[in-house]
């Protein structure tokens, strides 16, 4: 069974910087797409960067280019997010999630088969 734990959340100043890393086990993560999704309060989920399972492709939500990176070590079994310049309309609870087989850019909890438990993200000076 899937096991995702996010971890490298926290309060941070406007202009500032986390990573975010996401432990992963359970299933055979060298060979999965992943992803991060981030809800904010009051709002829906929002797909934010997605990484193939050798890292030839990532994406993002324009929001973030530039700023975020997303990024994997497959032999640690291991998903990070790099977040600089963070804003406060970065503040979120955000997840790392394995999209279902075709699912781009998902902004629903079906479009995920796999989400860890989340890591609280708060900018604020």
């Known amino acids: 069974q899937a096991h995702l734990v996010e971890s490298g959340g926290g309060l941070v100043q406007p202009g500032g910087s986390l990573r975010l890393s996401c432990a992963a086990s359970?299933?055979?993560?060298?060979?999965?797409?992943m992803a991060w999704v981030r809800q904010a309060p009051g709002k829906a989920l929002e797909w934010v960067a997605d990484?193939?399972?050798?890292?030839?492709?990532?994406l993002y939500v324009d929001s973030v280019k530039g700023r975020f990176t997303i990024s994997r070590d497959n032999a640690k079994e291991t998903l990070y997010l790099q977040m600089n310049d963070l804003k406060p309309e970065d503040r979120a609870v955000y997840y790392c999630?394995?999209?279902?087989?075709?699912?781009?850019?998902?902004?629903?909890?079906?479009?995920?088969?796999?989400r860890g438990q989340g890591t609280q993200v708060t900018v604020s000076s």
């Open positions: 999630a394995r999209p279902k087989q075709g699912v781009v850019r998902g902004t629903h909890l079906d479009d995920y088969d796999s």
């Open positions: 359970g299933f055979a993560f060298i060979n999965s797409r």
């Open positions: 990484i193939s399972y050798r890292s030839f492709t990532r």
